[in-house]
Every structure is written in structure tokens, then in C-alpha cells.
């Protein structure tokens, strides 16, 4: 029954991450809102609530999970919230138009996020209950993999044919994605999965604010929070190339593709062994990669697209560091209100930090490309700060 469960939880986050690509707010529905005749704005606000929207909520969250063990059903609920949301902004695209059509999508978006922050809270403790000590930093990886290649299926040919894109085809894929979120909740039905949430954790049992937590909780958060810069670093490799942006995004999609099916296993294996050893090594290859972009000419596309390649592998590896240390350093409820808190902190540094650069791309005479090496390194060094989360 635990290998069957396995299968079926490698199958469904493939599924989610796959309805995660349709649903992107870095292409399906910006090109959605364009078609609509949106205003520009709104266009914005798309990746701002999508990914800080998805996170901000999780401590209040954790908190309400204390009074409720059966996290199987709480995730369902935010797994058809994510549905519902998807359909809202497929019946927008089809019945509405231009501003009353983007606050509907806006609207939809939020509550899609809110669906997002709780399913990705109580997916952790699903996933350490289907999956062992040892068994999880691969079965993150395995799905890490499976939807490298579904990227590869579906991102690519977009990109290729994103000129002859009209609104019926855009609104394809919004359907499909909810599609892809409804079959992700009927492969997870036979998963039930409770946590005692009364005695789950000695560190933070009887505590009344989800602020309050140990030292190790506050290491993780100021550590994950410097490695955050393997992923704000992303969008200045194509900014500091000498290559158009049009020749650059399909291959872009596919190194980072690549990158996923290539590493994700390999990631795997070194997390179930060593989570901080997995953030150490991804941050040494972050940090080559950049050395790389600031070094080397990328004008030419090859050139810049295995540049990219290498920092994909290395933000591939801190993400599957980050997740398996979180499984595995706190048990229970312990393990949902750390994830929770750290998700919420995480949202305001990604905030923090994406305010900071905007100000000094346009004030420096230097690339921040260099301040972003100099943080990976910083975040490096203070992995010794973290404690092993295995039992050996």
C-alpha cells in the first residue's frame, strides 16, 4: 500500500506542476489578459500575487492546522479551490472582456494563491507520511523529473507557435490546467494522511504565536532566504545577454527543462543523504554560474543558454534541499507551522529583495548581478549554522 501511495503522490504533484506551467502568470495569462484587451497594469500584478500571494498566507494557516489532523482533507479543499479559480478565469476569458475581464482574472488569481499556499502546506506533511527519512529528497525528485519532461511537452511547442496563439487556444490551456488540477485530486483520494497535533513536536508544542519557534527555525529562514537569490538572479542572465529575448526564451524553457530531468534525481539521492550538504553544493554551482554570466561574452544563444543550464541544475538542487529539510528537521505539526512560518518570511524577503534590486539596477554602475553572487556565497557559509536534520 506504501509503494502504491508512493506512485500515485509522484503522479499527482507531476500533474499539479504540470497545471502550475498552464496556468503560469509568466505566459498563459499574461497573453490571456493582451487578448482580452486588459489594460496593461494588471499585467503587473500578475506574478506579484501569484507567488508572494501563495506564501504570505501560510503562518496564519499553520496556526489554524493545530486543531486539524486530517490534512488529507485540507488539502483536498485547497486543491478545488485551485480548480474553481482555474475555471473562473476560463468562464472570464470567455464571457468577459477587456477591465472587467482582468478583475476577474485578479480576483480568481488571489484565491488561486490561497488555494496554492494551503495545498503546498499540508502536501508536506503528506508527503513525509507516504515517504520515510532517506525516501524523500528522491520522491521529490522523481516528480521533479517527470515534470521536466512535461515541460519539455507542453512549454517548448507554446513558445514555438506563441504567435499563432489566439484567445481559443489560450483558453484550451486554462481548461486544461484545471483539468490537470481535478486529476491531481482524484490520484491523491486513496491518500489519507492525520497528524497529532496535540504532542507532534517538543519544540513548538504549547506555543500560542506562530512566531514563536527555536533557534533552528530562524537559521532556516535566514538561510533559505539568501538562497533565494538562485532564483531573482534568473531573469539577468537573459538581461545581460547580447542575445534578443525571442531567441533566448525557448531555450531558456528548455535548459531549465533539462536541467530538471537531468539533476532532479541526482538532487534526490544527495538530499536523503544530506539536505545541507544538497544547499551547499546547488549554491557553489549557483555561484559558478554567475561567475560565468559576468565573465564570459553571452552574446552568442548556445553560450547563454548553457549558462543558464547550469544555474537551473543549481536552483533545482537548492529547492529540493530546502524541501527535504524541512520534511525532515521537524515532525507533526512541528513540521507544518516551520514550513508555514518560513513560507511567509520567505514571501516578504522575495518582496524586500525584489524592491532592493529594482532601486539599484537603476542607481549602480556595476551589474547587481555581483551583489546577488556575493549573497549565494554569504548563504553558503551560513549552511554551517544549520543543524543535520537526519538521525544518524
Not at 480568481?108 to 502536501?123: D, F, M, N, P, Y
Not at 515534470?147 to 514555438?160: D, N, Q, Y
Request: hydrophobic content about 55%; overall charge positive.
Amino acid at each position: 500500500m506504501a509503494s502504491q501511495h508512493k506512485k500515485k503522490l509522484i503522479a499527482a504533484l507531476s500533474a499539479n506542476k504540470l497545471a502550475d506551467i498552464l496556468i503560469s502568470a509568466k505566459t498563459t495569462l499574461p497573453a490571456l489578459l493582451i487578448s482580452m484587451g486588459a489594460p496593461v497594469w494588471m499585467i503587473g500584478w500578475l506574478v506579484p500575487i501569484r507567488e508572494s500571494g501563495a506564501l504570505l498566507p501560510q503562518a496564519v494557516i499553520g496556526i489554524l492546522l493545530r486543531k486539524m489532523r486530517a490534512r488529507h482533507t485540507v488539502w483536498r479543499v485547497g486543491i478545488i479551490i485551485q480548480v474553481l479559480a482555474v475555471l473562473a478565469i476560463f468562464l472570464a476569458g470567455l464571457l468577459l472582456a477587456q477591465t472587467r475581464a482582468g478583475w476577474v482574472v485578479l480576483a480568481a488569481l488571489v484565491i488561486l494563491s490561497v488555494g496554492r499556499s494551503i495545498c503546498s502546506l499540508t502536501i508536506k506533511d503528506i508527503e513525509a507520511d507516504v515517504a520515510q527519512k532517506g525516501e524523500r529528497g528522491d520522491l521529490i525528485g522523481k516528480a521533479s523529473t517527470l515534470s521536466g519532461i512535461l515541460t519539455l511537452l507542453v512549454a517548448v511547442p507554446m513558445v514555438f507557435f506563441q504567435d499563432r496563439l489566439g484567445i481559443a487556444a489560450i483558453l484550451g490551456l486554462v481548461l486544461t490546467a484545471a483539468a490537470a488540477f481535478f486529476c491531481t485530486f482524484l490520484l491523491m483520494l486513496p491518500v489519507k494522511t492525520y497528524v497529532d497535533t496535540d504532542q507532534s513536536d517538543n519544540q513548538t508544542s504549547e506555543k500560542t504565536a506562530f512566531w514563536q519557534f527555536d533557534a533552528v527555525v530562524y537559521r532556516f529562514v535566514l538561510v533559505r532566504g539568501l538562497f533565494v537569490h538562485s532564483a531573482l538572479v534568473a531573469p539577468y542572465f537573459m538581461l545581460e545577454s547580447g542575445a534578443g529575448a525571442e531567441a533566448l526564451l525557448p531555450l531558456y524553457l528548455a535548459a531549465q527543462a533539462a536541467a530538471a530531468m537531468l539533476s532532479s534525481l541526482i538532487w534526490g539521492r544527495v538530499s536523503d543523504y544530506s539536505a545541507r550538504t544538497t544547499l551547499q553544493l546547488a549554491g557553489v554551482i549557483a555561484v559558478l554560474a554567475c561567475i560565468g554570466l559576468l565573465l564570459i561574452d553571452a552574446a552568442s544563444v548556445w553560450i547563454s543558454g548553457l549558462l543558464f543550464f547550469v544555474l537551473s541544475v543549481a536552483h533545482t538542487g537548492v529547492r529540493t534541499g530546502r524541501k527535504t529539510y524541512s520534511l525532515d528537521v521537524r515532525e507533526g505539526q512541528g513540521r507544518t507551522e516551520l514550513v508555514a512560518f518560513s513560507n511567509t518570511a520567505i514571501g516578504l524577503i522575495l518582496l524586500a529583495f525584489g524592491a532592493l534590486y529594482a532601486v539599484l539596477e537603476s542607481v549602480l554602475n556595476i551589474s547587481v548581478v555581483y551583489i546577488m553572487t556575493a549573497m549565494l556565497v554569504i548563504a553558503i557559509a551560513l549552511t554551517v549554522i544549520l543543524p543535520e536534520e537526519k538521525d544518524r
